[in-house]
């Protein structure tokens, strides 16, 4: 896993599984896989600001690493002009063990938004987006060849209408991404007993958005905002088994899924009394997806009839939320803290997604299909206490869940040939906290220390919960001056025994039990004016040998040692340039 410098917060891959999405979310989720596509959620400058600007950034690294970014701005109250763009790349990595690690990619984008205000108080804007790169993957059999995607959104606001309808935002949004994955752009050909001859798959997502939101203030204590938001997703795939007698570029795109989405959604906030706050919302979803495969090829098989060919799902699902927020502040001139409480209940619900339900022509239990998934239902209690004082601040959050039908994907079926990976649904239950605590010592000097925990159990198999993250702490000792700053960050991770091998998500299964490691870093950085800036570091200062717990395993890649999972990077120096103007 690459990070961008400082290697400061890794979070969970599974992280959105053991959480619920508290409120209406302005994301929307794709059916193409485990991550929100976000096709929104931007801010624009606000009238009357200095709209000119320039940022611009150059990262040089070990192994080839070099980083471009730039991001240009100019308007005035009428409108502006904004051009966003990276280009990234890296050579092949080598682990702390002294390994190379399969890793090479490259990737680019290129975001241009055009924006005009009609009004002061209306914004028009308009947004298309282009990029591309390709990604050597040592954990399959496979790499990243092409991931061509284009995006353009439609967006309208309109601010301070009324003391009671205040704004009104609507959005459309369009997206094409054609994927490739193949076996020989990016690594020596060897041919297998799976794949004798050069291999591609070329999967595509076609995606239509739309989002419409007010936001109306009833009183000066009571605010809400109501909207409805909807899409479509079209998948498709072609590919060849034998690139040099049918390349895939001649062979007809097949139309396999279809996902439709429409959904209400309300969020109310009431603040009956200074440092108190009442926060409640719902949404109500309605989805069909339709699957449209003629054939499947599960596990190691030749295609056979798609036991639900043609079949049409139909769901509605229901999520909402409930948060209370309590806030003791200390009186004038004492030295007492300020305290805020809050405690919140949360249910959301969600359908399966493209990879869980159709991905490498996926299993159920009873069926060569895995279309009929049950949606997964999350139950969350969460709690917390946050104690701010003039030289730091602590926080305590916990969590407790209940999840019905938690969508498990298992590789070691019972009674299933070897090869055939079934999507389960199971119960589960998880539960977990994490602490934060950060204290200034002195005019520059500060520390800061996290522990993070999550305990997850499947209550059908009576089992752990697969693809849990182990408990892991952080600790940062950084001196902060007007021009120059340095910080030293220890991460510490606890071994994880609580497994169920083969077993997980679709990001990936458990393997086996992982040893505990300790991971150094250092950094710093010096201003030379408010438009210049340099940084550097070294991560995983003493070149420490370790493999994350939520990891895949390693593939057998011509030219590269095969371990039981990836490895992550050895000592790492990087040096970065920002100029903002």
Do not use: C
């Amino acid at each position: 896993m690459r990070m961008d410098p400082p290697t400061a917060y890794v979070f969970p891959q599974n992280y959105d599984r053991i959480r619920v999405l508290k409120g209406p979310q302005s994301v929307l989720w794709g059916a193409g896989g485990s991550a929100a596509t976000v096709l929104f959620e931007r801010d624009p400058f606000e009238p009357g600001a200095d709209a000119s600007r320039l940022d611009a950034s150059v990262l040089t690294g070990s192994w080839g690493r070099r980083d471009l970014a730039l991001d240009a701005m100019a308007g005035n109250d009428l409108g502006y002009l904004r051009l966003q763009g990276s280009d990234a790349r890296a050579d092949d990595y080598e682990s702390g063990s002294g390994d190379d690690v399969h890793s090479e990619y490259h990737r680019w984008n290129a975001n241009l938004m055009v924006g005009f205000r009609p009004a002061d108080d209306v914004l028009v804007e308009l947004s298309a987006a282009r990029s591309d790169g390709e990604a050597a993957y040592a954990d399959r059999m496979m790499d990243g060849s092409a991931f061509d995607r284009e995006a353009f959104s439609l967006r309208v606001r309109w601010d301070d209408i009324g003391p009671t309808l205040r704004d009104i935002d609507a959005q459309i949004a369009y997206g094409y991404v054609d994927h490739v994955m193949d076996n020989y752009s990016l690594r020596d050909f060897t041919p297998t007993m799976m794949m004798p001859n050069p291999t591609v798959s070329n999967p595509d997502r076609e995606t239509l958005a739309a989002r419409f939101a007010a936001s109306l203030a009833f009183t000066s204590e009571l605010d809400s905002t109501l909207g409805i938001d909807a899409h479509r997703d079209e998948h498709g795939i072609r590919s060849s088994m034998d690139q040099l007698m049918m390349p895939y570029q001649e062979q007809p795109r097949m139309t396999d899924a279809r996902f439709d989405q429409l959904g209400l959604f309300g969020e109310f906030t009431w603040r009956p009394a200074e440092g108190r706050s009442w926060a409640w919302g719902a949404r109500v979803d309605r989805w069909e997806v339709e699957d449209q495969r003629e054939t499947v090829r599960p596990g190691m098989m030749g295609r056979v009839p798609n036991d639900t060919a043609g079949a049409t799902d139909t769901d509605w699902l229901t999520s909402a939320f409930l948060r209370y927020e309590h806030g003791l502040r200390r009186p004038a001139g004492s030295d007492a803290a300020d305290v805020v409480l809050f405690a919140g209940l949360g249910h959301s619900a969600r359908v399966a997604d493209y990879w869980e339900r159709f991905g490498n022509d996926k299993q159920s239990v009873s069926s060569n299909s895995a279309f009929f998934t049950d949606p997964e239902r999350t139950t969350q209690l969460d709690v917390g206490v946050l104690r701010r004082t003039d030289n730091g601040s602590l926080s305590v959050s916990l969590f407790a869940s209940r999840i019905d039908d938690y969508v498990l994907i298992d590789a070691r079926p019972v009674d299933e040939p070897m090869g055939t990976i079934v999507t389960r649904s199971v119960d589960a239950r998880t539960w977990g906290g994490e602490v934060e605590y950060v204290r200034a010592l002195g005019d520059a000097w500060n520390v800061q220390g996290s522990l993070a925990y999550t305990h997850g159990t499947n209550t059908t198999d009576d089992v752990a919960l697969a693809q849990m993250p182990p408990l892991e702490s952080r600790l940062a000792l950084n001196y902060v001056r007007e021009r120059l700053a340095v910080g030293a960050l220890l991460r510490l991770v606890a071994d994880q025994d609580r497994i169920d091998p083969g077993r997980g998500n679709i990001v990936g299964q458990d393997i086996s039990e992982t040893d505990s490691f300790a991971v150094f870093s250092v950094n710093g950085s010096y201003r030379f004016s408010s438009a210049v800036r340099v940084s550097a570091g070294v991560d995983n200062l003493f070149d420490e040998a370790y493999a994350e717990h939520l990891s895949r395993a390693g593939s057998m890649v011509t030219g590269f040692v095969q371990t039981e999972r990836i490895d992550e990077p050895g000592r790492t120096l990087w040096l970065k340039l920002d100029v903002s103007l």
